[in-house]
């Protein structure tokens, strides 16, 4: 979603980055137990495909599918820990290739904006391709889910009244009005081709003022329900769009990319079993299954590590 992004994502109830993208929290979300040590300690990647340490960026969304892969090799007998709400993906992919986080849910198109960010892929597929190849030669990408889930450009309602923006509005209105409208997003979106970058150089919208608050998180969606932005980087299976009757602008030069929900990791711990097993949710996981679970993890507040049961379960996968 974030890249970024790319990446959550409902009511994203996890630390957030203020200072930098650097700042990193390993709290655990919910019932799930996150390691305490340093995630920035060099450490050897384990060859053993026994055991295999899951990361997750801190939003909820990446903490419940970091829950469902965990819990999807746990039942095949490997044994897991996690590495919760690490921070963005200029932390957690320099943590992959180092090792010392082993799997995590990524989204493709974000991540490969953030290894190349001259990238156009123009596909799914093509997103895929182009990510594989950038990837440090350690580290592996496998089946995309259909599940996406992309940043946006967001107004809230009050903003789309004064403007007459509707859905079929497109980021490029944003234009006339940018000398008063405050973007609030998280603080990497400021140097990210898929942020400030890619807005002025494919739509030249430059706004008035940026915010840094969080990805698409508690702080940004306040900051636009108090109206102290006008506008949010906010993911688009976000509940709070409709809720409160915001407006999400088309992106038709398809800046924000592709998003689909896909595994990454350590080449050592991704065994055949593992690779099916983790192939396997990736073919049952649907945007529309996200929303939900976004929606029990956020509005809801249910448990992060019981929603992704109850959802393996659902759709006949082991849990």
């Known amino acids: 979603m974030t890249t970024t992004f790319t990446s959550g994502r409902a009511s994203r109830i ?4 203020i200072a930098s993208a650097a700042a990193v929290s390993l709290t655990a979300c919910g019932s799930s137990k996150a390691s305490s040590s340093n995630p920035l300690a060099p450490k050897a990647a384990s060859s053993s495909s026994g055991s295999i340490v899951i990361g997750s960026n801190n939003f909820a969304e990446s903490t419940v599918l970091a829950d469902i892969y965990g819990v999807t090799l746990k039942a095949q007998g490997i044994k897991v820990s996690y590495k919760y709400n690490i921070g963005s993906r200029e932390v957690t992919y320099g943590l992959l290739k180092n090792g010392d986080i082993q799997l995590m849910p990524e989204y493709n198109g974000a991540l490969l904006a953030y290894l190349n960010k001259n990238a156009t892929p123009t596909s799914t597929a093509d997103t895929d391709t182009e990510l594989s190849a ?15 889930d992309r940043d946006s450009l967001t107004v809230n309602a009050s903003t789309a009244a004064k403007y007459h923006l509707t859905a079929s509005s497109t980021i490029a209105d944003l234009v006339p009005y940018e000398s008063d409208l405050t973007l609030g997003a998280a603080p990497e979106f400021q140097t990210r081709q898929e942020g400030l970058l890619g807005l002025a150089s494919e739509y030249n919208l430059k706004f008035k003022s940026f915010k840094a608050l969080d990805a698409g998180g508690p702080l940004t969606e306040g900051a636009l329900k108090a ?7 906010i993911f688009t299976t976000d509940t709070t769009i409709s809720a409160d009757g915001w407006i999400t602008l088309q992106d038709p030069k398809n800046l924000f990319g592709y998003q689909n929900i896909v ?9 055949p079993s593992v690779v099916a097993d983790l192939n396997a949710v990736s073919a049952k996981l649907t945007t529309a299954d996200l929303l939900q679970l976004d929606t029990q993890t956020g509005s809801k507040g249910a448990d992060p590590l019981t929603v992704a049961t109850a959802w393996l379960k659902s759709v006949g996968l082991p849990a």
């Open 263 to 271: 595994p990454v990791g350590q080449k050592s711990v991704l065994t």
């Open 134 to 148: 950038q990837l440090a030669s350690g580290l592996e990408v496998l089946n995309p889910s259909p599940a996406q």
């Open 14 to 17: 996890a630390a957030v980055i």
């Open 227 to 233: 109206n102290s932005i006008q506008v949010g980087d």
